[in-house]
Structure formats: structure tokens, C-alpha cells
T-cell receptor, first 113, second 114 residues
Framework: QKEVEQDPGPLSVPEGAIVSLNCTYS??????FMWYRQYSRKGPELLMY????GNKEDGRFTAQVDKSSKYISLFIRDSQPSDSATYLC?????????????FGQGTTLQVKP | DADVTQTPRNRITKTGKRIMLECSQT?????MYWYRQDPGLGLRLIYY???????NKGEISDGYSVSRQAQAKFSLSLESAIPNQTALYFC?????????????FGPGTRLTVL
């Protein structure tokens, strides 16, 4: 079993839809949770970062972490064609001795005009 | 100018050839990483370095070697390339922060081994 599981999709939605992207994980030591967005032929770029449980909102994006269920989500409101990309969750135990991120497989999202 | 650069951006080579991929960063970060990305497998860590004198194997280091020439430079070598090393390779950097391990990625190198 992988430490981080993410449905690879692809996920196709109409413009304006609410999108929910999810990851589950098995390591209870994870404390730092991130979402990266990767456009085709580009490197991943950090989209959202959350520490421990709770919600974080940034414009149309909301990240949620439920540590009790070992489940994280990214919600995109009023989705736009420019949101079409692969979304990767990533997480870390946050130890200064490791610095390693564990990534999900990525979910490919297509927002149709 | 990009904070993390990778050269070359694309490379086609033959089985058995030695290949070097280079990464440079201007973010002033201590930590640097090499990943490969394959469809359906996500990003997998090959090697990482916390400073010039510190090199560590990642999840899939067999068949690869690295060199940290300076704080800003970290290169990945394939001593004898094989076709299953065909993939997208990313370099990443992060700062020495306890509160986060946020990593910043380069644009990637697309490597094809024939």
C-alpha cells in the first residue's frame, strides 16, 4: 500500500462547476499538507499549504485536512478552463532531518468551456 | 529569470550512454532534490542533498548518481542509460525550515532512452 493515494482521474467538469480533489494517507506522522498544480510540460508549482487539521482558503481554492480520517481535499469553486492541469497532493512529517515530501500520483482535471 | 533551471530541457539518447542532467537555483536554498515522474506513478525521489557535503539516496536511486558541486548546483547522472529510465526528471529546492518542507520545482527535463 502506498503512503499516499490519489485518484488519477481524469476528471472532466464544465466551466463553473465545483471540483473536489482528494487524497488519503496512511502515515499518522504527516503534519504538513500541500497541493501542487502542474500544467502540461511544466514543473509542479505550490498552490496551497496547510499545517495539521483544518481549512485554508485562498480565492477560489479551499484546502481541508482531516487528520483523524487521514484525508485531505482541495476544492475549486467556479472552475475555469485555466484550472485544467494535474493536481498533486504532497505531505511531510515536517522533521528538519528529512525534508522529504511524499506525493500522490496526481489527478488530471479538465474544465470544459 | 527562473529560480530553478534545468538543462537540457529535452534529451534523446541511446542505451548504454552516459547522461548528465544539470540543475541550478538562485533561491539561496540549502536543500536540493531530484525526482522522476512517470505516468500513473507520480513523483518519485531519486536523490536529495541537504548541503554540499550531504547526499542521500531516495526511493529509486539504483542506476543514478548525483553530484552537489555548489550550494546552487546539483547534477544527476545516468552512468549507463537504459530504456526504462525514459521519464520526466525534475529538480527541486527547499529552504532549511522546520515549519515547512515546501519545495520549488524546475521546468523538467524530458529524457528518452532508445
Amino acid at each position: 500500500q502506498k503512503e499516499v493515494e490519489q485518484d488519477p482521474g481524469p476528471l472532466s467538469v464544465p466551466e463553473g462547476a465545483i471540483v473536489s480533489l482528494n487524497c488519503t494517507y496512511s502515515n499518522s506522522a504527516f503534519q504538513y499538507f500541500m497541493w501542487y498544480r502542474q500544467y502540461s510540460r511544466k514543473g509542479p508549482e505550490l498552490l496551497m499549504y496547510t499545517y495539521s487539521s483544518g481549512n485554508k482558503e485562498d480565492g477560489r481554492f479551499t484546502a481541508q485536512v482531516d487528520k483523524s480520517s487521514k484525508y485531505i481535499s482541495l476544492f475549486i469553486r467556479d472552475s475555469q478552463p485555466s484550472d485544467s492541469a494535474t493536481y498533486l497532493c504532497a505531505m511531510s512529517a515536517g522533521s528538519s532531518n528529512t525534508g522529504k515530501l511524499i506525493f500522490g500520483q496526481g489527478t488530471t482535471l479538465q474544465v470544459k468551456p | 529569470d527562473a529560480d530553478v533551471t534545468q538543462t537540457p530541457r529535452n534529451r534523446i539518447t541511446k542505451t548504454g550512454k552516459r547522461i548528465m542532467l544539470e540543475c541550478s537555483q538562485t533561491k539561496g536554498h540549502d536543500r536540493m532534490y531530484w525526482y522522476r515522474q512517470d505516468p500513473g506513478l507520480g513523483l518519485r525521489l531519486i536523490y536529495y542533498s541537504f548541503d554540499v557535503k550531504d547526499i542521500n539516496k531516495g526511493e529509486i536511486s539504483d542506476g543514478y548518481s548525483v553530484s552537489r558541486q555548489a550550494q546552487a548546483k546539483f547534477s544527476l547522472s545516468l552512468e549507463s542509460a537504459i530504456p526504462n529510465q525514459t521519464a520526466l526528471y525534475f529538480c527541486a529546492t527547499s529552504g532549511r525550515q522546520i515549519s515547512t518542507d515546501t519545495q520549488y520545482f524546475g521546468p523538467g527535463t524530458r529524457l528518452t532512452v532508445l
